[in-house]
């Protein structure tokens, strides 16, 4: 059922996309942006299975930050997907601090939230510290490379598709390495590496569609962008 739910769950956040863009533009899209982003930190803490592997469930909630600011850098320009980082970047690091500073509070006797706020919210310093960077690094350079694929081939799909999976290479590799290096065999890293980083493409791939469909809408409103 773990991926029946998932391609429930991936149509839905992609289409939610697409909506948000095509009714509230680029300022819809960077609340859109922060909302992802603070969806998949809190999804993040839940681990699944899918096709036998252990993964996260926050993987689409992220993966659909690159879908959003890849619709930015190509029918608003690089400035507004540089900003959409920014945003999403600001929403994850003072999410996560005023998470971690309300369970400071001392909870009344009949609270009865606070161990689940603190299973969920506890913060590890080098986990937090892996899931910024890598976010900082991966998103800019995933704008960065798909106006140079633009540039050059001036193809839609290998734009989107180039430029995501590239920049999610480089944020697996990112968040492992600062987040889990010295923790765990070598190998067993590497696994998990690779897991994490195959389904990233998998999403990645099926994002195609929906940029696609942002394409359509514009032309049809006469911004035509991209060549095919």
Same mark, same amino acid.
């Given at each position: 059922?773990?991926?029946?739910?998932?391609?429930?769950?991936?149509?839905?956040?992609?289409?939610?996309?697409?909506?948000?863009?095509? =009714?509230?533009?680029?300022?819809?899209?960077?609340?859109?942006?922060?909302?992802?982003?603070?969806?998949?930190?809190?999804?993040?803490?839940?681990?699944?299975?899918?096709?036998?592997?252990?993964?996260?469930?926050?993987?689409?909630?992220?993966?659909?930050?690159?879908?959003?600011?890849? +619709?930015?850098?190509?029918?608003?320009?690089?400035?507004?997907?540089?900003?959409?980082?920014?945003?999403?970047?600001?929403?994850?690091?003072?999410?996560?601090?005023?998470?971690? =500073?309300?369970?400071?509070?001392?909870?009344?006797? =009949?609270?009865?939230?606070?161990?689940?706020?603190?299973?969920?919210?506890?913060?590890?310093?080098?986990?937090?510290?892996?899931?910024?960077?890598?976010?900082?690094?991966?998103?800019?350079?995933?704008?960065?490379?798909?106006?140079?694929?633009?540039?050059?081939?001036?193809?839609?799909?290998?734009?989107?598709?180039?430029?995501?999976?590239?920049?999610?290479?480089?944020?697996?590799?990112?968040?492992?390495?600062?987040?889990?290096?010295?923790?765990?065999?070598?190998?067993?890293?590497?696994?998990?590496?690779?897991?994490?980083?195959?389904?990233?493409?998998?999403?990645?791939?099926?994002?195609?569609?929906?940029?696609?469909?942002?394409?359509? +809408?514009?032309?049809?409103?006469?911004?035509?962008?991209?060549?095919?």
């Amino acid at each position: 059922m773990n991926i029946l739910y998932r391609i429930i769950y991936l149509i839905f956040t992609f289409t939610t996309t697409v909506i948000v863009y095509k =009714f509230s533009g680029k300022e819809g899209t960077y609340i859109w942006i922060a909302v992802s982003v603070i969806l998949s930190n809190i999804q993040s803490v839940k681990m699944v299975d899918i096709f036998g592997y252990t993964t996260v469930l926050g993987n689409i909630a992220y993966s659909n930050v690159f879908l959003a600011t890849d +619709i930015l850098n190509e029918f608003d320009g690089k400035k507004s997907a540089d900003k959409s980082v920014l945003y999403g970047f600001l929403s994850m690091a003072i999410f996560t601090l005023l998470m971690s =500073f309300s369970l400071l509070f001392i909870p009344n006797s =009949f609270d009865t939230s606070q161990e689940s706020l603190t299973n969920i919210f506890t913060v590890v310093p080098r986990i937090c510290i892996a899931s910024l960077i890598a976010f900082l690094c991966s998103q800019f350079f995933d704008v960065f490379i798909y106006q140079k694929l633009k540039q050059r081939y001036n193809k839609l799909w290998l734009s989107n598709n180039g430029s995501t999976i590239l920049s999610q290479l480089i944020d697996t590799i990112i968040f492992i390495v600062i987040g889990y290096l010295g923790t765990m065999p070598l190998s067993e890293l590497a696994i998990m590496a690779l897991t994490m980083y195959v389904l990233k493409v998998i999403i990645a791939l099926c994002d195609t569609v929906f940029i696609y469909i942002v394409k359509k +809408i514009k032309k049809r409103e006469g911004n035509n962008g991209h060549n095919l």
